[in-house]
Every structure is written in structure tokens, then in C-alpha cells.
């Protein structure tokens, strides 16, 4: 994957100097005080490459992503915009993806979003006009062609250069079909894919044989989804309510050996023990840590993962 | 066809407060087939409706008629006899097609829709209907197995299943297939996955209601 950058951005850097590369996760507040996620960023600064700004996650009314991106950044915390097919048509995203790359976001990660009816606004109407897929393709295409979905040329100067990003999920189903819909996502146009979290590591390198076999690691850069468990009933709340996301009965015994009080503890070493193995693991680029609301924990385990000092590309 | 229900109760008797005399109007197309407002279920209504009124020690002289079909102007025109101011409401059971036409027809009445259009689909057992069409006006099941993923699938998506697709349902409800199964199923048994694969769909929703209120004007058949 050498060439010319797409961005330049400090996340494309270090990922085709062939570090292992760190993202977090930021989640915007409920509300407008910024200050909010300048305290945020102070933990991620310094121990991740870049983080992901959420938009509007799980459906709730937050901070826009476009905003908390940019303040973010102004606290030199590189953003990974999010953006999601769920509330805005054709005609707000591509204005957003152009006015991000005005404002100097150098990332935008791209998702289909959590439907409605799982947020605070579940009377809400949902747009999907365009899938995640149609999305990347379109960005690839202003960014790489230069036009816009109806073939309206930008100017030379005036295309986003921003780096592709979307999201995958080896844990949801069809098993078998996962990797195919990536390779959909590759082949639109995503320069990096960033997993739901994993906790069925074998489930987890059954995909990524796949997906090195389907090349993909060659043409996008893989990074691994890992969220420590804070404590056993956190464990079983993401194993029996949220979809998409398989727990192991291993790994929820394995905490409920642990006292109350020790369980976040024991959750952060065995996310660094899946660290250690993704580190050595067949395409694996890096791995993306999402703390949502957990986020000053941040310095703790991105150094007891040992991903510090993170490289000056 | 159009997959109806009934309102509820207490919508429609509010609608009918202070009436003494109501008409019930019933229609023989897909509400007859679905259960919601064919002859039997007009019966049904119009006896809740006395029931409700004898309960509270009032009458109601609620009449019952159902027509062929009330999105026909053929039909509805045999209400003209009727509509001569009798009735302090007209509730209809059609699907909401209906009683637009029977407003437009007689704009002296107080007519009021007694079902709700739930979606275009049909039965899938007895009592249990799904949706399975979204009118968008340009169709592409053919694409996807003989599948609609536009109506069918919570997202609309277009290039397979969300990170949410578990054990065959739906991340929107356990009670729903995620039609993303089935399509893969399908197209992975009959040998289109690759073309699945290449293709690159974008909808085009002119055609849809997003283009603005729908119509159709077929020359050959004007007269
Ligand atoms: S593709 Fe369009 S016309 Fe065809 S079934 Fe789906 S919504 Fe209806
Ligand atoms: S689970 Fe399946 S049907 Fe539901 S939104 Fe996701 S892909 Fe669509």
C-alpha cells in the first residue's frame, strides 16, 4: 500500500510506515459545553493516533461529529469522523464531507448507524437513502475522481482529501458472508476498517484468515475492535443485549473468579493479552480501543498494552 | 395488497362523540382479505359502537353497508342516496384510500378513516401479515433473490447485512427475519453471489415518494 497519501493525516502516516496503529474513541456529549470534549481529549492526546469522533452513537442526540471533531483537534488530537447513513440524504453528507475537509478533518469513517429505535428518539424518521457502501464509493470518488454522485466536477484544489474508513463486524451474521461484505467495503473504496469489539478471538481469526486470503489486508488496513470488560454484569449485559457482539462463556467465568471490586482490573489485562495476540496476528494493522465514556482510562492501558511511545510519523 | 388494522377503540369513538346516528362503511378488496374492514368486521364495529353508547345510556342508530371497492368512484357513487345529511359521521373501513374518496365525493359528510394502512405484504399464517413492498416505484428484487431488502431490511441497505444481523433476525426486533439472511442464503445456493458481488446499486428515488405525490396516465386507456 505505497503511493501517495490520500491525506496525509497523522493515522494514514503511521499506518503505512507499517506501525501498529492505535485509535480511541471519543463519544460527544449530551449537550454544548465543549469543555466536555477538550477533558476527553486530554486522555487520548499523546496515546492514540487518532481517535473517532461518534456520531450521534446508538441513536442518541449528541454534539455533532463535524463539531467535536474540530475541537478535538484544536487540542491536537488527531479526528476520525464518523459519519452515519442514517440521518442525513445524499445532499447533507457530501456537503458535510466537504465542509469536514475544509475544516481540516483528515479521517472519516463511514457506517450504515444504529437504528432509531434504539436511541432517545425513537419516533424519529430514518433517511438511508444511500448504504455505507454507496457512501464510501461516493467519497472515493470525490476525493479520487472529483466529482460528486450526479458527476459534477470539483475543482482540482476543491476535492476532500480525506482517508476512508468503515467499520466490520466478523461477529454478526451470516458468518460465512462477514468478509465478503468487507471486501464490498474495499473494494468501494475504504482505506481502513475498524472491527465491532472482540472478545471471540477464534471467531475473530477465522475472519482475518479469510480476509487475507481475500487479499483484502493488501488493498486496506485491518485494525482490531477491543473494549475491556469493566465487570461481569457489563459482560453479560453486551452478550445477551446488544446485537452483533459474542461474549464467550470463558471469558465471563474468568470474571466472575475475580472479586467485584478486581473485575475492571482482570478486564484490562485480558484485553492487553488480546493485544499481545492481535500484535502477532496475520493483517492485523492495529488495533482501535473503544472506552466510551471510560475514556480516562485510556493512558492506563494503552500503557500497560505497551503501545507506548506512540511513533512520530 | 394493503395490510390494514383497525384503529383503536377509543380513537373512533371519539370520533363518533356526540352522534346519534353514524354510517359504517365497509370495503370488499384487500381490508375484506386482511381482516379489517370487510362486511364482518363493519358488523363487528358498528355492534362495539351500540354496545359502547347502550353502556353509557345513550343510543347510536349506527348503519352498515359495505362496497365493492372504495377506491372506485363507481362504488362510492352508491352512497349518493345516502349522504343527504342523516349521518353525523361516516366511518370507513376501507384502507385509508377510502375515505379520501368518499370525502372528495360528498364534502358535506364528516368522514373519518376507522383503519390504518400498516404496509403493502400479505399473510404469512392466519392472523400474522408482513411487509414486504414499499412502493419505490422501480423494482429490484430480482437483484437480491427475489427479495426486497428496501422495505425488508430495517436499513434499507443494499450491500448486505448490518453488524447488528444475529441468528437470522433483525437488530430492530427478535420477532423480525433479517432479510440480509435470506438473501444471502439465497443467492449463495443459486450461484448469483458474484454478480451480487460486483453490482453497485444507488437508488434512484424520484420514483418513490420522495419525488413528490405519485401518478400514472396511461394514453391508451383515456378516453
Ligand atoms: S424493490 Fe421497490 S417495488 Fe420492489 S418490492 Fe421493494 S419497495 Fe416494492
Ligand atoms: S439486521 Fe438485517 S434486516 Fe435488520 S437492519 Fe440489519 S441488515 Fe437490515
Known amino acids: 500500500m505505497k503511493g501517495d497519501f490520500k491525506s496525509g493525516g497523522r493515522l494514514e502516516r503511521v499506518l503505512r510506515a507499517g506501525a501498529f496503529a492505535v485509535t480511541g474513541e471519543l463519544g460527544p456529549p449530551r449537550h454544548a459545553d465543549p469543555e466536555d470534549v477538550r477533558k476527553k481529549a486530554g486522555y487520548l492526546l499523546g496515546n492514540v493516533d487518532s481517535a473517532n469522533i461518534t456520531d450521534n452513537q446508538t441513536a442518541v442526540v449528541r454534539m455533532s461529529s463535524m463539531a467535536a471533531s474540530l475541537i478535538a483537534q484544536g487540542e491536537g488530537l488527531e479526528a476520525n469522523m464518523q459519519m452515519v447513513c442514517r440521518d442525513r440524504n445524499r445532499i447533507a453528507m457530501q456537503s458535510d464531507i466537504l465542509g469536514a475537509a475544509a475544516l481540516g478533518v483528515n479521517n472519516l469513517l463511514i457506517l450504515s448507524g444504529d437504528h432509531q429505535s434504539f436511541g432517545d428518539h425513537p419516533e424519529a424518521k430514518n433517511v438511508y437513502d444511500l448504504d455505507s457502501i454507496n457512501l464510501i464509493r461516493a467519497l472515493r470518488d470525490m476525493r479520487d475522481k472529483g466529482v460528486l454522485m450526479n458527476g459534477r466536477e470539483l475543482p482540482e484544489g476543491g476535492r476532500p482529501r480525506l482517508f476512508i474508513g468503515a467499520a466490520y463486524n466478523p461477529f454478526a451474521d451470516p458468518e460465512a458472508f462477514r468478509a465478503l461484505r468487507a471486501k464490498k467495503k474495499v473494494d468501494a473504496g475504504a482505506d481502513f476498517l475498524q472491527s465491532q469489539c472482540i472478545y471471540d478471538m477464534g471467531r475473530y481469526k477465522r475472519f482475518m484468515a479469510r480476509a487475507v486470503d481475500l487479499g483484502l489486508t493488501e488493498r486496506a488496513f485491518f485494525m482490531a475492535g477491543v473494549t475491556p470488560l469493566k465487570s461481569m454484569g457489563m459482560a453479560k449485559y453486551m452478550r445477551d443485549k446488544v446485537p452483533g457482539i459474542i461474549i464467550p462463556d470463558a471469558l465471563i467465568e474468568r470474571l466472575k473468579g475475580v472479586p467485584k471490586d478486581r473485575q475492571a482490573e482482570e478486564g484490562v489485562r485480558i484485553a492487553c493479552e488480546q493485544i499481545e495476540e492481535l500484535k502477532a496476528m496475520e493483517g492485523v494493522s492495529g488495533v482501535h480501543l473503544m472506552l466510551v465514556e471510560w475514556e480516562h482510562m485510556i493512558p492506563a492501558i494503552v500503557r500497560q498494552a505497551g503501545l507506548l511511545p506512540r511513533p512520530v510519523p | ?223
Open chain 2, 1 to 223: 395488497m394493503i395490510i390494514a388494522e383497525r384503529k383503536p377503540m377509543n380513537e373512533i369513538t371519539g370520533f363518533i362523540e356526540g352522534k346519534a346516528k353514524i354510517l359504517v362503511v365497509g370495503c370488499r378488496g384487500c381490508v375484506t382479505v386482511c381482516n379489517a374492514g370487510g362486511a364482518k368486521e363493519v358488523e363487528i364495529l358498528a355492534s362495539l359502537l351500540r354496545l359502547g353508547a347502550e353502556k353509557e345510556g345513550r343510543g347510536l342508530h349506527a348503519d352498515e353497508l359495505t362496497l365493492e371497492r372504495q377506491c372506485d368512484p363507481e362504488y362510492v357513487e352508491e352512497l349518493s342516496q345516502l349522504m343527504d345529511g342523516r349521518y353525523g359521521a361516516v366511518l370507513s373501513m376501507a384502507c385509508p384510500i377510502g375515505p379520501q374518496y368518499l370525502a372528495r365525493r360528498y364534502p358535506e359528510a364528516r368522514v373519518f378513516p376507522a383503519l390504518n394502512t400498516s404496509f403493502l405484504g400479505g399473510a404469512l399464517a392466519h392472523g400474522v401479515w408482513s411487509e414486504f413492498c414499499q412502493a419505490c416505484g422501480d423494482c429490484v428484487i430480482h437483484l437480491f433473490g427475489g427479495f426486497c431488502p428496501i422495505s425488508r431490511c430495517a436499513k434499507s441497505l443494499l450491500n448486505g447485512p448490518c453488524g447488528g444481523s444475529e441468528g437470522g433476525k433483525c437488530e430492530v426486533s427478535k420477532e423480525t427475519d433479517c432479510v440480509w439472511q435470506l438473501i444471502v442464503d439465497k443467492i449463495t445456493a443459486d450461484g448469483t453471489l458474484d454478480a451480487f458481488m460486483a453490482m453497485d446499486l444507488v437508488k434512484d428515488w424520484r420514483t418513490s415518494r420522495d419525488g413528490g405525490p405519485r401518478r400514472i396516465v396511461r394514453q391508451e386507456l383515456l378516453r
